[in-house]
């Protein structure tokens, strides 16, 4: 019986399954958002989308970009500015979130 001999090679990302002896021979890159699946080197090369409402998954910067709608009521999924926009339902402010530059590692099979 012979000894199979231990490979490295990267986990993830644009190197997935390459030949690797350090982590950062693997690379980074974005998770989530426009960016994702793209060579990065800090989370902020990774932009901003909107979580959801009528902008979900547009680029945005901060949280009023992203809009209200109702959740709820006779106008669920509507724009709106205040709960009175939005009968038997509240108006929900949506978030802009920051996506990251994940590393990928250089793991050890044998």
Do not use: E, F
């Not at 990267?10 to 980074?28: M, P, R, T, V």
């Not at 902008?55 to 901060?62: D, F, M, V």
């Not at 669920?76 to 590692?105: E, F, K, M, Y």
Request: charged letters at 10%; glycine letters at 14%; one cysteine or more.
């Amino acid at each position: 019986m012979s000894a199979q001999a231990c490979v490295k090679r990267c986990s993830g990302g644009l190197q997935a399954g390459q030949h690797c002896s350090i982590d950062s021979n693997c690379g980074k890159t974005c998770s989530g958002g426009l960016q994702a699946g793209q060579r990065c080197s800090i989370d902020s090369n990774c932009g901003k989308t909107c979580s959801g409402g009528l902008q979900a998954g547009q680029h945005c910067s901060i949280d009023s970009n992203c809009g209200k709608t109702c959740s709820g009521g006779t106008s669920a999924g509507r724009a709106c500015n205040t709960d009175a926009n939005c009968p038997n339902g509240l108006c929900n402010s949506h978030l802009c979130n920051s996506h990251l530059c994940n590393s990928h590692l250089c793991v050890t099979y044998c």
